[in-house]
């Protein structure tokens, strides 16, 4: 009885404090008691006379956070209509008050902040269709995202979803249409997306739905190509697009997926290049080794192997007896030795491949061992000289493969391949001027020599046998080097000569056709004029025309190559065989050799080929040079090294 009465003095105490508005007293005792009416009472009172922070207390020690947080929401306002119209509505009093209550404040932006409260506080109240309604009609993009996320918390989630959507937050609005289910509702907003999770949480929707297709696509938004190579392969029977986007992409989980479905399939060679793409390079061995497919990883490994891999199908193919592609895989793992072995076990078949090696592995002890190969001393077969040009070359060893270039052209010379070893030359002094190298005057004098040659049916074809003629009686000072034709020069020789008025020099070679060892072999076409020639000599020659020497400037006959006064060498035109004039300089624009370019335009627009090089050059291309005095000076020293580099070899070889 006595703790009854005491209870009743306090509640006293409480009314008596709260009726004066004594809040801070009213608190007090309210704590003590701990009884719900006192504190229903107090934050009524608090709410009614706009005690805001003493309500918020009492709420909050109460335990009702939702009044804690609207009342918090609105405890900065200083417009007591304002204010009071918040209060209104969490009181639950009429709209209508509350509504006065906003339009008395005069402030147009304190007009939305007191609409906004209102649906805020309406979503609190539990009036889910009003709160919503309200934040519609707002159209203001961040009540809508806050009335929305009042909503997710309460689970009222289609609402939210829909008033994200209207605040412009898609992917929250997709992320709950997704969750739900609204599939038709999320599929506008996921163009305006580009979060990768959205897209797949969307895609695994469509594929638990049986919608492979859509999935497809939602995963290849969200840049899941793996999720995209599983279900082309498992649901929409499209192998073809999954492998192209594996070999597009290279991923290594997609390419197991795929290697696993070939294999299922049967397509070991399909399987084969998965696996390698998936970096199982042990089952992609075995799986080729069981099935007779290591060509087939072989050229899809290409060069990404490692050299442990290539060493591993180098013994697989010896082990084979395959010498050709094991010797390949051991130099692909550096193992010059041994590929050297297997190129040579080979045979000729595989010798520009040994001479690859050896040029790779630059090693004396390999060379010196293919060397004696191509030498015939380790079969009794020598080899094609040109074998060891190539070695040289390989090598670097760019004057021995100059020395060997000559060797062979000359040998070519000899049996009457008079093109072949141009284009042996050629190619030689092309190399050497790559490599920045002097081709050697013994080369370049060849060159010259079988070019003068090669002109002749050319320069007979533009009716220009002065010139036929001198290229002519050039190749007959040195006939010794053409063996096989000795009768037939000899004999064009004296005929373009007598065309030519040069009939002096005709009977000369008339005469040393009547030699025993040759006269019956002149051709019964020619035979008796040949004798004619020599029965009734004529011993005036058609004087040769005359150019400057274009380095001091010293007339001296066109066919003349080097200056009497100056002794420099003179360039000469690849279009006639004569020495070049400052004056007509041009040069072929596909091998730069030098031309007079009068003349050069001419066999052009008659052949379309350069003489020199047989590339193929469009006349438009042709011009001439004016100030051609750099070249000149180049060409000099190039013959001056060339000729120091042979007197050197002459002495070595005296000595």
């Not at 409260?117 to 009609?137: E, F, M, N, S, V």
């Not at 082309?232 to 594996?246: D, E, G, I, K, S």
């Amino acid at each position: 009885g006595q703790d009854r009465g005491i209870l009743e003095k306090m509640k006293r105490r409480f009314n008596q404090h709260l009726a004066l508005l004594h809040f801070k007293e009213a608190w007090e005792v309210a704590l003590q008691v701990k009884n719900g009416d006192m504190w229903s009472a107090l934050t009524e009172t608090a709410l009614t006379f706009m005690e805001v922070e003493i309500a918020i207390r009492a709420f909050r020690y109460n335990g009702n956070a939702g009044m804690v947080l609207s009342l918090q929401k609105i405890s900065h306002l200083e417009d007591k209509n304002l204010l009071a119209g918040h209060i209104c509505v969490l009181l639950e009093q009429d709209y209508s008050t509350a509504q006065a209550l906003q339009h008395e404040t005069r402030n147009f932006g304190n007009d939305h902040l007191c609409h906004a409260g209102i649906a805020r506080t309406t979503l609190h109240l539990g009036d889910i269709r009003r709160g919503r309604q309200l934040a519609l009609d707002s159209d203001n993009l961040l009540l809508c995202r806050e009335c929305a996320a009042i909503l997710e918390s309460m689970n009222q989630l289609q609402d939210a979803a829909e008033l994200f959507e209207r605040g412009g937050q898609y992917e929250k609005a997709a992320s709950i249409y997704i969750q739900t289910k609204s599939f038709s509702l999320a599929q506008p907003l996921m163009a305006k997306i580009s979060t990768p999770k959205l897209h797949v949480q969307y895609a695994k929707a469509k594929e638990a739905e049986g919608r492979y297709e859509e999935a497809v696509q939602a995963y290849e938004t969200a840049k899941d190509l793996d999720n995209v190579v599983r279900l082309t392969l498992q649901h929409l029977n499209n192998p073809q697009r999954a492998f192209a986007l594996v070999r597009r992409v290279r991923s290594a989980e997609g390419a197991l997926l795929v290697s696993k479905f070939c294999t299922q399939s049967g397509d070991y060679p399909a399987a084969i290049e998965f696996l390698l793409m998936a970096r199982r390079g042990e089952e992609a061995f075995e799986m080729a080794q069981s099935h007779e497919e290591m060509d087939t990883y072989v050229r899809i490994l290409g060069t990404a192997g490692t050299p442990e891999e290539y060493q591993k199908l180098a013994k697989y193919y010896e082990s084979k007896g395959i010498f050709a592609k094991a010797g390949e895989l051991y130099e692909k793992c550096e193992q010059y030795q041994q590929a050297l072995k297997l190129y040579l076990r080979c045979g000729a078949t595989e010798i520009d491949r040994a001479i690859n090696v050896v040029g790779r592995a630059n090693n004396d002890m390999l060379t010196n061992q293919l060397v004696d190969f191509l030498m015939g001393e380790t079969d009794g077969i020598q080899k094609d000289h040109n074998y060891l040009f190539r070695l040289h070359m390989a090598l670097h060893q760019y004057e021995q493969a100059a020395h060997t270039a000559v060797l062979i052209a000359r040998q070519e010379q000899e049996m009457g391949n008079y093109k072949l070893s141009h284009t042996q030359l050629f190619d030689t002094f092309k190399e050497l001027e790559l490599q920045n190298k002097r081709p050697p005057a013994e080369l370049t004098r060849q060159l010259m020599l079988l070019h003068s040659y090669i002109l002749v049916k050319t320069l007979v074809k533009l009716n220009d046998h002065s010139s036929a003629a001198r290229m002519l009686i050039r190749v007959a000072k040195n006939i010794s080097k053409f063996p096989r034709h000795v009768v037939p020069i000899l004999t064009s020789t004296v005929i373009e000569c007598q065309r030519s008025g040069n009939k002096k020099t005709a009977f000369e070679y008339a005469s040393m056709l009547m030699r025993p060892e040759y006269r019956q072999q002149i051709s019964a076409q020619y035979k008796r004029k040949i004798e004619n020639i020599v029965r009734k000599p004529d011993k005036a020659d058609e004087e040769e025309p005359m150019s400057e020497c274009p380095h001091c400037r010293t007339l001296g006959p066109e066919s003349e190559l080097e200056c009497n006064n100056c002794k420099n060498i003179i360039p000469y035109c690849i279009a006639t065989g004569r020495r070049m004039v400052l004056s007509d300089w041009a040069q072929c624009p596909s091998c730069r050799f030098p031309c007079r370019a009068s003349v050069f335009v001419k066999i052009i627009a008659s052949e379309k080929l350069c003489p020199m090089c047989n590339q193929p050059v469009v006349l438009s291309a042709i011009q001439k040079i004016t100030d051609p005095v750099a070249m000149l000076k180049a060409h000099a020293e190039s013959c001056k090294n060339a000729d120091n580099q042979e007197d050197e070899q002459s002495e070595q070889t005296g000595a």
